[in-house]
């Protein structure tokens, strides 16, 4: 068997982490044969939580899991990780400015950026899945310099198999026959879902849907709101489709993305459709051997500029306010 790769969960005792580490623990991010060990982090708070989840994994028996560190101490919980799957994050709470809620996030990814990059392995990826995700992810990656910049991505696979999800239900085709959707810019309610270049059964998926007026208003509303529609649901906000989105972004990064199918991910931007460089924003990408590559030459229509660039304005304003909350 191959030497187990050491997977970093911070926020392992909240809602997310519950459901992704058995996933992990499973093989559905690494794949069936490699053998993993989980590197769990929480704070002080959930400390007996934490070690209530290190008990049921344990008690799981799982053939592949090859050990559990679960630690409060963010140095080492980093130790020697080859992927870090940081959910750790500080709530939104009634009453609270968005500028709380930045400037607390901000703090907290800064410091962990130091804890990887003094003490994960050389070529760790990183998938920042807490929110506000891009953000977060950006300002890792500000402060973990010695941390190639393609290393460090956030999550907006979910909003991906969102979409992917409304178009298999409308048209009645299963799921798995349906591809290339894209999600571009912010995981937020600006985010754009752009069905313009997705198939259903090979077939174009505005052709398929016959219903172009459904695919310009309640798709896109229903993919950018789906967040909200899930808590006001569950009384909880999303948590197995998040840990399934994250183990399939993990996935195909490492194992590669399926022949003419790409995948929705948050990298750093190179300016690529006319995005803003210099923020981390969500491109349709192809992935192999562990590197991802941004689909080029799609053709762009002037309503689809325009919510590209609506949502990417949102992270340059973003950023600016993570600045300011780092006094930077
Ligand atoms: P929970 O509140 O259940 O869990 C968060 C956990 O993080 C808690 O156990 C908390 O103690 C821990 N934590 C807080 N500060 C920490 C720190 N400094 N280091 C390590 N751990 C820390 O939230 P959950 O529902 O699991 O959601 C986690 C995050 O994912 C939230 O920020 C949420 O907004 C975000 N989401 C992002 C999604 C995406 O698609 N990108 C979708 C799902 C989710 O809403």
Redesign the pocket.
């Given at each position: 068997a191959p030497e187990p790769k050491r997977i970093l969960v911070?926020?392992?005792?909240?809602?997310?982490?519950?459901a992704i580490c058995p996933m992990i623990a499973r093989g559905a991010m690494l794949g069936p044969d490699q053998p993993v060990i989980l590197h769990m982090?929480?704070?002080e708070?959930?400390k007996q939580?934490?070690e209530g989840v290190r008990m049921e994994l344990v008690d799981a028996a799982y053939p592949l899991l090859m050990g559990v560190v679960a630690s409060t101490d963010?140095e080492e919980a980093c130790k020697g990780v080859d992927v870090a799957v940081m959910?750790?994050?500080?709530?939104?709470k009634a009453g609270m400015e968005r500028k709380d809620v930045m400037s607390k996030?901000v703090a907290?990814y800064k410091?962990?950026a130091s804890a990887l990059e003094k003490n994960a392995a050389p070529g760790c990826k990183v998938l920042?899945?807490?929110?506000p995700?891009n953000t977060n992810s950006l300002i890792l990656k500000e402060h973990a310099p010695s941390i190639p910049a393609e290393n460090i991505t956030?999550?907006?696979?979910?909003?991906h198999n969102r979409a992917l999800g409304q178009l298999s239900e409308r048209s009645g085709v299963h799921v798995g026959k349906v591809k290339n959707v894209i999600i571009w810019g912010n995981?937020s309610s600006t985010q754009y879902p752009d069905v313009n270049h997705a198939t259903i059964d090979g077939k174009p998926a505005r052709e398929v849907i016959g219903d172009d007026a459904y695919l310009d208003g309640d798709f896109i509303s229903t993919v950018q709101q789906r967040?909200a529609a899930i808590i006001k649901a569950r009384g909880?906000?999303?948590?197995l489709?998040?840990a399934s989105?994250a183990c399939d972004h993990i996935r195909d990064w490492v194992l590669g993305t399926p022949e003419g199918t790409w995948v929705s991910m948050g990298v750093y931007s190179d300016g690529s459709y006319g995005a803003p460089k210099g923020v981390v924003y969500s491109f349709p990408v192809t992935c192999k051997a562990g590197t991802w590559s941004i689909v080029q030459g799609l053709s762009i229509d002037e309503p689809s500029a325009a919510k590209m660039k609506a949502t990417g304005d949102e992270l340059v304003e973003e950023k600016a306010l993570a600045m300011e909350c780092l006094g930077e």
């Open positions: 911070t926020g392992a005792a909240g809602q997310i982490g519950y982090l929480d704070i708070p959930a939580a934490l963010a959910v750790g994050g500080f709530p939104r996030n907290i410091a962990q920042v899945v807490a929110n995700a956030c999550l907006t696979r979910l909003d995981h967040g909880l906000s999303s948590a489709s998040a989105s």
